[in-house]
């Protein structure tokens, strides 16, 4: 098994070794087309391997080729996108569903492709912010699905699961996500999952331009104790 994933030890955060896994059988060789061996169960646990975890309602999976049309779709909705720069096109959202997946190789983790019913409804999971700023080098956790899932609990449901894997898989410290200011659903779910936010750590998103009403973004944190003690369950499924 190998030694944890250590953010101080690391310049570069996606030069750590591959996460450790919870089970003993061997992965399969991927595909771009792979997915779970079958569809999430009712109250079924969560298996770890080759990047699956399965949650009460959910899957989140690698990415796949049948996913590009509802990303991009998501991705073109103004309602979705309210809280970045713009929406995307078609070229950019498969530039970025490449992008997701090739996060997987380069870093042991990334962020999945969430299945609802066999459906694909967005993406949950960590990431390395790829901007320099007070806070970094650290993981994020985060989320973006299409506007027919809200309202569910569905983001709270994966963040979770992807913080789980994060502090017991992964073994980090800490986790952090990020939003705009104004950004209340976003901030509302961070919240749910046992996130707080840290006044002092707000900063400008170095991404966006001066005077964007975007720019100023809110810094939420969790560590992996609070975690294990009031939301997690790290152990439990051991």
Known sequence: MGRPFVLEERTHLCDAPPPRRVHTAAPRPRRLADGPSGPSRQGAPRRYGEQVIETERLVLRRWRETDREPFAALNADPEVMEYFPSTLTKEQSDALADRLEAEFDECGFGLWAVELSGEFIGFTGLSVPRFTAHFTPCVEVGWRLARSAWGHGYASEAARAALDHGFGTIGLKEIVSFTAVVN???????????????????????????????????????????????????????
């Open 184 to 238: 209340t659903r976003s901030r509302r779910v961070m919240e749910r999952i046992g996130m707080r936010h840290d006044p002092g750590g707000d900063f400008d998103h170095p991404a966006l331009a001066e005077g964007s009403p975007l720019r100023r973004h809110v810094l939420y944190r969790i560590g992996a104790e609070v975690f294990r003690s009031g939301n997690g369950t790290v152990s439990a499924r051991r």
